[in-house]
């Protein structure tokens, strides 16, 4: 069955530093999202993404972030400079589209620890 | 905004018995979708199961049933015959239809443990 798959599990950074997260959402999905969990957290969207170009983000969503579908198959979030609060799970989900065809997708999610 | 709330934190049953997760949300929109989605120790989200909001009928698939309560804005899960393997964190989400990319907004979430 495909998934979505996500690297690394954990990743490990300093503060300042920029972080890049991988997805491989599954191969005839649309949409792609992300979301992040700060532990003891609700789990959180952060960003949509359809047809090449964002198409939501919530307020969390500032200028250190970014987004991009680089080659047709991965999906990536960049935080550029990484901050202590940045430190959370983050998810990637992809759906094949919406209204009845909505079901997202989950990887199992990157752990991303600030220090 | 829409907002979900998951009241109960934690609860364990004993194998073979019925369980009920409960879920409450707020919304002004009136086509949405609610979800269950289900999370073991150390592996990805999985649905359970969908509700569409204009469908009355509650979802079922398998041992897993919805009582949605829309006026209510009540969306429970039943688990009959818990196994083993339910043990998981149980989250509940809303998604408004709306046309694009549908984001889901999730309850805290809840530890189901299913004890032998």
């Known amino acids: 069955e495909p998934e979505v798959t996500q690297t690394p599990s954990h990743q490990v950074t300093q503060m300042g530093q920029e972080v890049i997260l991988r997805c491989v959402p599954i191969?005839?999905?649309?949409?792609f999202y992300w979301y992040r969990q700060i532990l003891g957290q609700k789990v959180e969207f952060l960003v949509s993404f359809y047809n090449n170009e964002i198409s939501e983000k919530s307020e969390i969503f500032d200028d250190q972030f970014s987004v991009e579908r680089p080659d047709g198959s991965n999906f990536t979030l960049k935080i550029r400079s990484t901050k202590l609060e940045d430190s959370a799970m983050y998810f990637c989900?992809?759906?094949?589209?919406?209204?009845?065809?909505?079901?997202?997708?989950f990887g199992a999610g990157t752990r991303l620890s600030v220090l | 905004a829409q907002t979900v709330t998951q009241s109960q934190p934690e609860m364990s049953v004993q194998e073979a018995e019925t369980v009920t997760l409960s879920c409450t949300y707020d919304?002004?929109?009136?086509?949405?979708?609610l979800f269950w989605y289900k999370q073991p120790p150390s592996r990805q989200m999985i649905l359970v199961i969908r509700?569409?909001?204009?469908?009355?009928q509650n979802a079922t698939e398998n041992r897993f049933s919805v009582n949605f309560q829309k006026a209510a804005k009540s969306f429970s899960l039943k688990i009959s015959d818990s196994q083993l393997g339910d043990t998981a964190m149980y989250f509940c989400a809303f998604t408004a239809y709306q046309g694009g990319s549908e984001k889901l907004v999730f309850g805290k979430g809840m530890k189901l443990t299913v004890n032998p």
């Open positions: 509700q569409e909001a204009y469908k009355q």
């Open positions: 919304t002004s929109e009136s086509n949405y979708y």
């Open positions: 989900a992809s759906s094949r589209g919406n209204g009845r065809s909505n079901i997202q997708y």
């Open positions: 191969s005839n999905h649309l949409y």
